[in-house]
């Protein structure tokens, strides 16, 4: 059994084929975690949990990139236009009581979409703003929360600003999703409590930095994730990724430590239903 802790069968990517991406995966014992990114995808990722008894969760909360209107190039060849939210507590309270809400996120700093034609001070100061409000929520209900941390191009900043802004809140109850910074840094959210997750990434041939980190981190205080439909595997690179990927991540940390696939399965999958109450 694998969990994928972090994907997004709630969006657009999957709008015409949701249903048979969510039973391939159940078909192969994986169970997932749809992550809300705003409103609309939060609302979808509940919708969509509550139409399964069991192995399809929701968590929902506002990321960064949607508190602000542009336009937004991934990657993959996936874009879209992002509409201007601000951080609705109500409506995320309301949306989070439902048993299939597993956690508030994903929520965090990202410093890489930046809007055009704003101070970048003050966007980052309500990045933090709506970051705190985010976390103050997860405490009231006592539930973990999913770290989105994405810096400038070529540096970890937004990783140091984050360690900050998580001691300032003083909740540790949670994980750094699509972890990509250094070890030092690692080490310091693992010091205060947290789970780092990893995907697709710690395949591609020229991310050695994440590589060596994964060996590294503690198989006891990781989670694996697809984030899809970004950030495929190999050896699907260039095609739309999905949760059932989930296993080639798996495989690689696998190698990456030397250890069983059935040992990374058996602990990741103890450690996700630790965290996520699942």
């Known amino acids: ?97 439902s048993d299939k809400v597993v956690a508030i996120g994903e929520m965090g700093i990202d410093y890489f979409h930046l809007p055009q034609g704003e101070d970048p001070v003050e966007v980052k100061r309500r990045q933090r703003e709506t970051f705190l409000q985010g976390i103050e929520l997860a405490q009231d209900l006592g539930k973990p929360i999913i770290v989105h941390t994405r810096p400038t191009k070529g540096t970890f900043d937004a990783y140091d600003d984050e360690i900050n802004i998580l001691r300032q809140a003083g909740y540790f109850h ?61 050896p699907y690179r260039g095609k739309r990724n999905e949760p059932s990927y989930v296993e080639y991540v798996a495989r690689k940390i696998a190698e990456l430590k030397n250890i069983s696939l059935e040992e990374v399965a058996e602990v990741t999958t103890n450690n996700a239903r630790r965290l996520f109450g699942i």
């Open 1 to 97: 059994m694998l969990v994928d802790t972090h994907t997004h069968v709630n969006f657009s990517a999957f709008k015409d084929d949701s249903d048979e991406v969510i039973k391939r995966c159940l078909d192969k014992d994986i169970w997932l975690i749809n992550v809300g990114s705003q409103s609309s995808t939060s609302q979808r990722a509940v919708q969509i949990a509550e139409r399964y008894e069991k192995g399809v969760y929701a968590a929902v909360g506002l990321h960064p990139i949607h508190l602000y209107e542009m336009d937004v190039d991934e990657d993959e060849d996936i874009s879209f236009h992002s509409k201007a939210e601000a951080f609705d507590i109500d409506l995320y309270r309301k949306l989070a009581s």
């Open 174 to 234: 949670g994980v750094i999703h699509s972890f990509l910074g250094t070890f030092e840094q690692a080490q310091e959210f693992l010091q205060m409590g947290f789970y780092l997750s990893f995907n697709g990434i710690v395949t591609f041939k020229n991310a050695q930095t994440v590589q060596e980190v994964a060996q590294k981190v503690p198989l006891e205080r990781m989670l694996l994730e697809t984030d899809a439909p970004y950030l495929t595997p190999v």
